[in-house]
């Protein structure tokens, strides 16, 4: 057993950083670490919730609570900052509020959006990746509508998604729900109100069967939804997105653009690691980082990967593999302090939900498929017990979904 007090600094709140600080606090002692936690908001935000956000049906403040709420002050010093330079061999970090000293650093600074570089794509259209930037998604839509009353231009009534995976679909089954009450408040006839939805492959959610798929398609067509499967988007301007079909460009007009088509890891990682890509770097069985036995990465910028060989590849990044890499980044730093072994992270999938609005959804939660009244039940599930297993039965309670 070590005796020496180890700093241990957390980079990030999100999921996984607030999984492995909330790990950390309960399995070592005051004696064994002296925690610090760097993020540069003082709240939690709960990322899975942000397409709510964005379609106006829940409050931005809904889907977030102050970090504090988790933070044991014996344990803990919490500093609001942002990273700006990760030294790895002398062991600092530097932030806006000053240099950090660690012995063990656990990088967990999440995703940003990613425009693969489609021109005009970053200053054309909202994205949908932190509170900020789903309230300007809501705002955009909500002052195009208003403005359409003046203008009478049916573009400000058009919205164009790109990106048909969980983002996209997930918002549009909150659009779905939100925009025909905006309508009734403004008296703007619905069936005016057009909304695309651009995707690049053939098929839309290709990790649902055909059946599941194929029903959250028909249950968004039948609230007025277009889909534009197999359509990649190359461009985006202030008329809408250009997209190719057969060969030829087209452009699908909307004054209402959101891009939800790719998420990457933080751009720091990038910037003080070797061997990224997106954003993510390939961590080993204990979770750290090639040539750096005290440096974890987990969450959205790390890749753990699936098998071994030239058959591996990624898992995808989600907030369940995020909070299962926290927890167990604890676990192995507790272990190696005590000089115990230390056991590989093996992922548990539980299944996934996609929901389509407050009442239907589609979903497999282990091994059986779900759709429906169920499944939307299911996802409330998972999202309250996503903030009850961080911050505790009560936080549950009060910030969860059955309220
Ligand atoms: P994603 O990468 O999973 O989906 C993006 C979609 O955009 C893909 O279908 C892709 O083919 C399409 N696309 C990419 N480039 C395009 C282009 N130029 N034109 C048109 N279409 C294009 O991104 P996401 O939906 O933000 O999800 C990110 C991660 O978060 C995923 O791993 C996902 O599983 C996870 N997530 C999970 C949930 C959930 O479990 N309910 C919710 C949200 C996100």
């Given at each position: 057993?070590?005796?020496?007090?180890?700093?241990?600094?957390?980079?990030?709140?999100?999921?996984?950083?607030?999984?492995?600080?909330?790990?950390?606090?309960?399995?070592?002692?005051?004696?064994?670490?002296?925690?610090?936690?760097?993020?540069?908001?003082?709240?939690?935000?709960?990322?899975?919730?942000?397409?709510?956000?964005?379609?106006?049906?829940?409050?931005?403040?809904?889907?977030?609570?102050?970090?504090?709420?988790?933070?044991?002050?014996?344990?803990?010093?919490?500093?609001?900052?942002?990273?700006?330079?990760?030294?790895?061999?002398?062991?600092?970090?530097?932030?806006?509020?000053?240099?950090?000293?660690?012995?063990?650093?656990?990088?967990?600074?999440?995703?940003?959006?990613?425009?693969?570089?489609?021109?005009?794509?970053?200053?054309?259209?909202?994205?949908?990746?932190?509170?900020?930037?789903?309230?300007?998604?809501?705002?955009?839509?909500?002052?195009?509508?208003?403005?359409?009353?003046?203008?009478?231009?049916?573009?400000?009534?058009?919205?164009?998604?790109?990106?048909?995976?969980?983002?996209?679909?997930?918002?549009?089954?909150?659009?779905?729900?939100?925009?025909?009450?905006?309508?009734?408040?403004?008296?703007?006839?619905?069936?005016?109100?057009?909304?695309?939805?651009?995707?690049?492959?053939?098929?839309?959610l290709?990790m649902f069967s055909?059946d599941l798929s194929?029903?959250?398609?028909?249950?968004?067509?039948?609230?007025?939804?277009?889909?534009?499967?197999?359509?990649?988007?190359?461009?985006?301007?202030?008329?809408?997105?250009?997209?190719?079909?057969?060969?030829?460009?087209?452009?699908?007009?909307?004054?209402?653009?959101?891009?939800?088509?790719?998420?990457?890891?933080?751009?720091?990682?990038?910037?003080?690691?070797?061997?990224?890509?997106?954003?993510?770097?390939?961590?080993?069985?204990?979770?750290?980082?090639?040539?750096?036995?005290?440096?974890?990465?987990?969450?959205?910028?790390?890749?753990?990967?699936?098998?071994?060989?030239?058959?591996?590849?990624?898992?995808?990044?989600?907030?369940?593999?995020?909070?299962?890499?926290?927890?167990?980044?604890?676990?192995?730093?507790?272990?190696?302090?005590?000089?115990?072994?230390?056991?590989?992270?093996?992922?548990?999938d539980k299944g996934t939900v996609c929901?389509?609005?407050?009442?239907?959804g589609i979903g497999v939660v282990y091994g059986k498929e779900i759709k429906?009244?169920s499944a939307?039940?299911m996802?409330?599930?998972?999202?309250?017990?996503?903030?009850?297993?961080?911050?505790?039965?009560?936080?549950?309670?009060?910030?969860?979904?059955?309220?």
């Amino acid at each position: 057993m070590s005796f020496e007090r180890k700093k241990i600094v957390i980079l990030g709140g999100g999921y996984a950083g607030l999984s492995a600080l909330v790990g950390l606090q309960k399995e070592l002692g005051l004696s064994e670490a002296d925690i610090t936690l760097i993020n540069k908001n003082e709240y939690h935000y709960e990322a899975t919730w942000l397409h709510e956000t964005a379609a106006g049906t829940i409050n931005w403040e809904d889907g977030v609570y102050p970090i504090n709420k988790v933070v044991d002050n014996m344990k803990t010093n919490f500093v609001v900052a942002e990273v700006t330079k990760i030294d790895k061999d002398s062991q600092v970090v530097e932030t806006t509020k000053g240099n950090v000293e660690y012995d063990i650093l656990i990088v967990a600074l999440g995703f940003e959006s990613e425009t693969f570089g489609i021109e005009g794509m970053a200053e054309h259209a909202e994205s949908i990746t932190s509170p900020q930037t789903a309230l300007k998604a809501r705002a955009l839509v909500e002052k195009n509508f208003n403005n359409y009353l003046e203008s009478k231009d049916k573009n400000d009534l058009a919205i164009v998604v790109g990106g048909a995976g969980f983002t996209g679909i997930e918002y549009l089954g909150e659009l779905v729900d939100s925009l025909p009450i905006l309508c009734d408040n403004l008296d703007i006839n619905y069936d005016d109100v057009s909304i695309t939805c651009v995707e690049a492959m053939p098929s839309m959610l290709p990790m649902f069967s055909e059946d599941l798929s194929g029903y959250a398609k028909k249950y968004l067509e039948s609230k007025g939804v277009k889909f534009l499967l197999g359509t990649p988007i190359v461009a985006a301007n202030e008329e809408g997105f250009v997209v190719k079909i057969n060969d030829k460009e087209e452009t699908v007009k909307a004054n209402n653009r959101i891009w939800t088509a790719g998420v990457r890891g933080n751009k720091l990682m990038e910037e003080n690691f070797d061997g990224v890509m997106r954003g993510r770097i390939i961590v080993k069985d204990d979770l750290t980082i090639e040539g750096y036995d005290n440096v974890y990465a987990i969450g959205d910028v790390s890749a753990v990967m699936n098998g071994t060989g030239e058959n591996a590849r990624p898992y995808p990044t989600t907030a369940q593999i995020a909070m299962q890499l926290g927890e167990h980044t604890a676990k192995i730093i507790s272990a190696k302090l005590r000089g115990k072994k230390v056991e590989p992270f093996v992922y548990d999938d539980k299944g996934t939900v996609c929901s389509l609005g407050a009442k239907n959804g589609i979903g497999v939660v282990y091994g059986k498929e779900i759709k429906g009244k169920s499944a939307a039940f299911m996802k409330k599930v998972i999202d309250t017990r996503a903030v009850a297993k961080i911050g505790g039965p009560v936080l549950g309670f009060t910030k969860g979904k059955f309220l």
